[in-house]
């Protein structure tokens, strides 16, 4: 396998393509040999569509990163509207010795729709109770409600519609039950967050659009519909640019919540959350720092090598994900005018991080670190060290510059071993002074 940096042969490739029609996208055996990767050329993230050099950070600004994110909006996770009229929260719970005394929790519903009950979406937030101030805030969606996130029984059982699934051998319900309670908790780490002094604030990511190929009939889509639109247009929003959505929103509130430090709240996303956080922290740039965790296809790692879940396997199993767009480049990854080291350096010169997981072959770990490396050299356009090194690190060794990168042991999930690195991370660009 070779790879290199270049300015993308789209034209020579259409000539080629012209000539000799590709075969229709397929899906093959996933590949998990490195040797079967193929050479793959990516896209320069400094030079331009139309083959200018990005000279200087006022170049990245002004022309590169809204040209990068366009293709991103246009071609992969679809164009999403702005916030709804007006945003009506209510706090619908508040305890403030919560956790044995050492943390507030509280519970806020967001109405999305603005006169309406539904959609909703209920934030659960733990604040450090020895606080003297607003905080830094970790914000992250999860996968099973918000009372799957611990144990505490003053965490109200999540009211929307429930993904049924199976959750460490317990069956879950369309509706959330007790049952659920703390499922997850190992992946949310409450007393470590708020022990380092950090808010944390959560919501259940079905709230914004449940996890189904519904045609975008349920969630926030139909709000949007032009009269008589029946689904979004092939370059406008899925889900995952739904749920990213739905974190601006998560963001708009804390504007306003004089517990949180509104300018240090960092995204964090496990899987096909991990994809979500990247699109939310390319789309807005208020979030301060963004974390991806096993994001895999269609987040960190590069989809031209084919490593893995592949553009054509994601496509066909989640159909709902990405704009219709994306559906041509299953496949045919070498014709995406972009790839996924572009989205990482979307973030920049926010600090970002990228965790990838040993036995995570699924996800392509080389892919996800290569994408890290690769976004470098707009942090270095822009003053700022990107990923320190020039090669993939041993497991369990962290890479920390403004773009942070780890391969832990272990399989695809959080564990606390990602947690005390993010945690490391934050501390070193959230808390080094206004
Ligand atoms: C897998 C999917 C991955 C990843 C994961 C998850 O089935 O193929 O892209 O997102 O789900 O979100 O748990």
């Not at 926030?220 to 929003?237: I, K, N, S």
């Not at 989640?318 to 572009?342: A, I, S, T, V």
């Not at 010169?349 to 994408?371: C, F, K, M, N, Q």
């Amino acid at each position: 396998m070779k790879a290199g940096i270049g300015v993308c042969a789209s034209s020579i490739l259409m000539l080629a393509t012209a000539a000799f029609p590709l075969l229709p996208a397929q899906e093959q055996e996933p590949n998990y040999d490195e040797k079967k990767v193929p050479d793959y050329v990516l896209p320069d993230p400094l030079t331009t569509g139309d083959g200018r050099r990005v000279a200087n950070a006022r170049d990245w600004r002004e022309v590169r990163r809204p040209e990068i994110l366009e293709l991103f909006r246009s071609q992969m996770y679809g164009r999403r509207p702005g916030p709804p009229r007006e945003l009506r929260s209510r706090v619908t719970s508040m305890e403030s010795r919560a956790l044995g005394g050492t943390a507030v929790r509280k519970e806020v519903s967001l109405y999305l729709n603005t006169d309406r009950e539904l959609p909703r979406m209920d934030l659960l937030i733990y604040l450090p109770a020895s606080r003297s101030g607003p905080v830094p805030a970790f914000l992250g969606l999860n996968f099973n409600g918000n009372h799957s996130i611990h144990p505490d029984p003053g965490i109200s059982l999540t009211r929307t519609w429930m993904r049924p699934s199976k959750v460490e051998g317990a069956v879950l319900e369309n509706r959330a039950t007790e049952k659920g309670r703390g499922t997850l908790s190992r992946r949310w780490p409450v007393e470590k967050i708020i022990g380092r002094g950090y808010a944390l604030v959560t919501a259940y990511y079905g709230d914004t659009d449940p996890d189904d190929d519904d045609e975008f009939r349920n969630g926030v889509h139909p709000l949007f519909y032009r009269p008589g639109q029946t689904r979004p247009d092939a370059d406008e929003w899925g889900s995952i640019a739904a749920w990213a959505w739905g974190l601006s929103r998560a963001l708009d509130y804390l504007e306003t919540d004089p517990g949180v430090d509104q300018h240090k709240v960092a995204l964090l996303g496990h899987s096909r959350l991990g994809k979500t956080a990247l699109w939310a922290g390319a789309e807005d740039e208020r979030f301060a720092l963004v974390i991806s965790n096993n994001s895999g296809c269609g987040g960190a790692a590069l989809s031209r090598r084919r490593f893995g879940e592949t553009v054509a396997r994601i496509n066909r199993v989640f159909p709902h994900w990405f704009c219709g767009n994306f559906k041509q480049y299953g496949g045919r990854e070498e014709r995406l005018p972009m790839d996924q080291h572009l989205l990482v350096a979307l973030m920049a010169p926010r600090p970002v991080y990228v965790a990838s997981a040993v036995e995570d072959r699924w996800a392509d770990p080389r892919g996800e670190y290569l994408s890290a490396r690769h976004a470098s050299p707009v942090y270095a356009l822009l003053g700022v060290p990107g990923l320190p090194g020039d090669s993939m690190p041993g497991v369990n060794q962290p890479l920390m510059g403004t773009i942070g990168y780890h391969i832990r042991s272990g399989r695809h999930d959080v564990t606390d071993y990602d947690w005390d690195r993010y945690l490391d991370f934050a501390d070193r660009h959230l808390r080094k002074g206004p």
